[in-house]
């Protein structure tokens, strides 16, 4: 007998690998029908379907229960109707009608869909799911529930494997201490980062806080960086004060024991206790310290205090001190004369008590002006003087005492021309002073509602029960 020549041994070798290759996927494609009560043969459209009912059936690594299935033979879709069930290593899924395209192992997913993945439940009613990518877009709502809250969107996609997700379209989260709202959001819970974008809205009741801006990043280390048209609007613990900050950006940053702020790009502070501008801001809640840093300016009812760095001391909401270092200039309109006194020097500190000014100290260099007035509470020349040190004393807001080391000073006699004098260094500028915001801030969205947007599926209430026992 002739032995095989090397093409042809070859040619062997092909064909076993192919009907070896096709035998792999023809074992793949088969369909496992565990029970079915009626089972029909029907032709639709001249193509040949099997029609099965009341059948529970394995496809792909998944079982299937439903109350009827149809098998189109000839091209690998399978769809199911009512009362479904799909259970798979990762998943389950219940829906009222399935289309199931065995090549792509998609599946498009109608009426009430319920996807649970470990502690996460979906809802959502046009729902189209890739068991191979793992990969759920939801096409007309979805509803998004874990033991942190839950989330809702017109439109979202959902990456079981990465545990991220995509939502579109009146994005809203809802917890029991806080609620935010956006037009878009991304979440990777496994890094537990969440980025909202576009008329981004948040409430924190725990803190008595809202945010809002254009963008929002928040991660698990409780930091959250708003970026374009930030405003924080903070209630105090007692509810006695309310402290607005607006900028271009703000960086929050949570700890066990300590709140951090920045603020960065047109700072702007209002409080019933002060009101500021500058460049750039830093808060700490331990300290209640405001830091304003580059050309910043702040004001205490009609004190204007500016100078190339301020710090704001609070005390349980009160202030208690005001101080700028580095040639610094405080400015007062009196309410009476209608004239600026004005006191400068390198370091230029302003005491409180119970909010109301007590005293102001300013050394080295003090340079001070300070206008007076007679018995019928009109203008009568003025003080001017230089010294090491000076400190002022103030009772009911009102200045009580002045108390200078060596000084060179005199008197000014009242004449036309002194409305008008100023300092070096004097500005007073009314005109950009941070005025109390007309809040505006509030929810665009009606409420979370607490229940899913459908009545549940019967086999699903049937898998809850099952999960209490």
Request: overall charge negative; aromatic content about 10%.
């Amino acid at each position: 007998m002739k032995k095989p020549n090397l093409i042809s041994r070859l040619y062997l070798l092909t064909l076993a690998i192919s009907l070896l290759y096709f035998a792999s996927v023809s074992a793949q494609n088969v369909i496992q029908i565990d029970t079915a009560g009626v089972v029909n043969m029907d032709t639709i459209e001249g193509e040949e379907v099997q029609k099965l009912y009341d059948v529970r059936l394995f496809i792909d690594g998944m079982a299937m229960v439903s109350d009827s299935v149809w098998r189109f033979l000839n091209r690998g879709e399978t769809r199911a109707f009512g009362n479904i069930q799909i259970d798979t290593d990762e998943e389950t899924i219940w829906a009222d009608t399935l289309y199931y395209f065995k090549n792509q192992e998609l599946s498009y997913l109608r009426g009430r869909v319920v996807i649970v993945q470990d502690s996460t439940t979906l809802f959502g009613e046009s729902v189209d799911y890739s068991f191979l990518t793992k990969i759920a877009t939801f096409n007309s709502g979805i509803r998004l529930e874990d033991q942190d809250g839950t989330l809702v969107a017109l439109q979202g996609i959902y990456f079981q494997q990465q545990d991220s997700a995509i939502f579109r379209q009146q994005v809203q989260l809802s917890d029991s201490a806080q609620y935010a709202e956006g037009d878009s959001l991304f979440i990777n819970r496994k890094k537990e980062l969440l980025q909202m974008h576009s008329n981004m809205f948040v409430a924190d009741s725990t803190n008595n806080a809202i945010l809002t801006g254009d963008y929002l990043e928040a991660d698990s280390t409780g930091r959250r960086y708003v970026d374009g048209n930030a405003y924080l609007r903070k209630i105090s613990s007692d509810t006695t004060d309310t402290t607005h900050i607006n900028s271009k950006e703000l960086l929050m940053l949570e700890t066990d024991s300590t709140d951090y702020i920045r603020g960065y790009g047109n700072v702007r502070v209002w409080s019933t206790k002060f009101s500021s501008v500058s460049d750039t801001l830093l808060y700490n809640s331990t300290t209640e310290q405001f830091q304003l840093i580059q050309e910043p300016k702040a004001w205490h009812k009609d004190i204007q205090l500016t100078g190339p760095y301020i710090s704001v001391q609070l005390d349980s909401s009160d202030i208690k001190q005001l101080k700028s270092y580095q040639g610094a200039i405080a400015v007062e309109k009196d309410s009476l004369t209608e004239r600026f006194h004005q006191i400068k020097g390198d370091t230029l500190t302003a005491y409180f008590t119970e909010g109301e000014i007590s005293s102001i100290q300013i050394f080295p260099n003090s340079h001070v002006l300070y206008h007076l007035a007679d018995e019928n509470d009109k203008a009568d020349g003025a003080v001017e003087y230089t010294s090491p040190k000076t400190t002022m004393t103030f009772g009911n807001g009102s200045l009580a005492r002045v108390k200078a080391g060596q000084n060179k000073g005199y008197y000014i006699p009242e004449n036309e021309k002194l409305a008008d004098r100023t300092l070096e260094g004097f500005t007073w500028d009314p005109q950009i002073r941070p005025q109390k915001p007309i809040t505006k801030a509030r929810p665009r969205f009606p409420q979370v509602p607490k229940e899913p947007p459908f009545e549940l599926p019967r086999r699903y209430l049937e898998f809850l029960l099952g999960k209490k026992e």
